[in-house]
C-alpha cells in the first residue's frame, strides 16, 4: 500500500484551505457552480499532499469535486493516516466557521456517480477540463460545461516564494551529487569498468544521500556513444554499452526532493573530441545561452522564444526533433504544463514564477547526441523603456552545473556568449562549490573549481 503524506507549509508556501478560497474565486469568474479535478499533480497541489502511487511522480490515484460550499475527495481511505484526516480537517472541531473547507471523503470507484448527482442537483454550469475522461465528460450535458483548461493547471505552474526558494535549494543540493559523479567518472571512465546501467545506479546512489531526497524524477538516460543519439534512451541489459575515453556521454537525471523537483542534461567526453563533435557541442551551447540570455514581453507564448535555442544549429544546417522546453513542477510531475517551449502554437503565455527547461541538442545517428538542459526560473526584469506598460520578462538559471569548456569551439563563441558562460560558472563555484566545501567533498570541490575555470 503507496501512504499518502503531508506536504508541509515550509515546502507549499500556502495552506489547502486558501487554494480552495482560491479556486471558489475561480468559479464566480465563470459562472460555474462547481469544478471536477481529474488530473493527478493538480489534485496533490490543491489539498498540499503527495503519494507514489505513480513511479517518479509523488501523486496519489484520486479524484477532487469542489463546489461554492463543499469539497469532496475520491480516494481509498486505506491510504491515509490519522494525521492525513486532521490534515484535511475531515472531523469535527470547535471552529463551525470553517465547515465549507473542510473535506468530505468518497471511495475512489465513486466519481461518476457524483458527477451525474452533481449534473441533476446543481444549477449553473459545472468546469471539467477536456482533457479528463470523456466518460466523465459525457456525464454532464455540453451546454453546461466548462470545458478549459483546470483552474489549478495555472496556479500550480506559477510558484510562490516559499516554492521558489525550495526549488533553488533542491537545485544546489542536486548539483553537489552531479560534481561527486562526474568527479568519480573521470576517473573511472579510463579504467573501462563502467557501462551505462553501473554509472546511473552510481549516480543514484549519489543522489539518495542527500538531505530531503524521495526518489528519482524520471529513469535516467545514460548513452554513451551511439546510444546518445536516441533521444529518450534508457539503457537496459540488452543495450547496456561500456563508458570509454573515446565517445561522448550524454546524461539526462533528476531527482525528486520533498523542496523541489530537478531536471539536468549534461554532455561530457573524457578524452579528446573530434572537430566536428566540438562544433555540434559549441552550437548546442549557443543556442542554450541564447535562450536563458532572452528578454522578452509579459506573457509571450513559449512558440516565440523556440528559434532562440536554434538558430546557431540552424546556421549549421543542423536541428533537433523535440520541443526546447517543458514546465517544472515543484515536488511534482518533471515535466508539467501548460507552459513550454516549443513549435507548438497552442501553448500557454509564459508568466513570472513559472520553472521552464532550456534543452537544445543535436543527434548525429549512430554516432553521438549532445544535449545541455538546465532549469530556469521566469521573472520580471527592469529595462530602460516598458513598452505600453506590458512588462518584461528574463531568465535566472536555476539549475548550477558546469558546461564542459573543452567540448567547446572557442573561436564560434561571441564575447557576450563568453561572459554569460564565465558568469554561470561563477555561480556555480559560489552556491554549489561553498555547499562542498561545507561537507568536506574535496575531491568533487576540486573538480568543480577545475570545470569553472574562466574561458579567455
Known sequence: MNDVFIHHLK??????????????????SKNASAVVFTALDEIAWLFNLRGSDIVYNPVFMAYAIVTDKNVCLFIDE???????????????????????????????????????????????KIWISSSSSAALNTLLPK????????PVAKLKAIKNAVEIEGMKNAHIRDATALCEYFCWLEKEVPKGKQTEMSAAKKLEDLRSQ????????????????????????????STDRSLTSDEIYLCDSGAQFRDGTTDVTRTYHFGTPSDFEKK?????VKGHVALAKAVFPNKT?????????????????????????????AFLNVHEGPQSIGARTNDEPLEAGVFVSDEPGYYEDDSFGVRIESILLLKPVTLENNFNNIGYLGFEPVTLFPIQTKMLMPSMLSPEEVNWL????????????????????????????????PLG
Not at 555540434?280 to 548546442?284: D, G, I, K, L, Y
Not at 568533487?444 to 570545470?451: H, I, P
Open 11 to 28: 515546502y507549499s508556501g500556502q495552506k489547502w484551505q486558501d487554494k480552495i478560497l482560491v479556486v471558489r474565486n475561480k468559479l464566480k
Open 78 to 124: 486505506s491510504k491515509l493516516s490519522k494525521k492525513i484526516y486532521e490534515h484535511l480537517r475531515t472531523t469535527g472541531d470547535d471552529d463551525k466557521s470553517s465547515d465549507e473547507c473542510r473535506v468530505t471523503l468518497r471511495p475512489y470507484e465513486d466519481i461518476a456517480t457524483a458527477v451525474d448527482q452533481l449534473a441533476s442537483s446543481s444549477l449553473g
Open 143 to 150: 451546454e453546461r460545461r466548462v470545458s478549459e483548461m483546470s
Open 210 to 237: 542527500l538531505e530531503d531526497f524521495v526518489s528519482l524524477s524520471f529513469s535516467t538516460i545514460s548513452a554513451s556513444g551511439p546510444n546518445g543519439a536516441i533521444i529518450h534512451y534508457r539503457p537496459s541489459e
Open 280 to 284: 555540434c557541442f559549441t552550437r548546442v
Open 301 to 329: 507564448k513559449g512558440s516565440r522564444l523556440d528559434s532562440y535555442a536554434r538558430y546557431s544549429l540552424w546556421e549549421g544546417g543542423l536541428d533537433y526533433r523535440h520541443g526546447t522546453g517543458h514546465g517544472v513542477g
Open 422 to 453: 564565465n558568469d554561470y560558472h561563477e555561480m556555480c563555484r559560489e552556491k554549489v562549490g561553498e555547499m562542498l566545501h561545507e561537507q568536506g567533498k574535496t575531491a568533487a570541490y576540486r573538480w568543480l573549481m577545475k570545470e569553472t575555470e
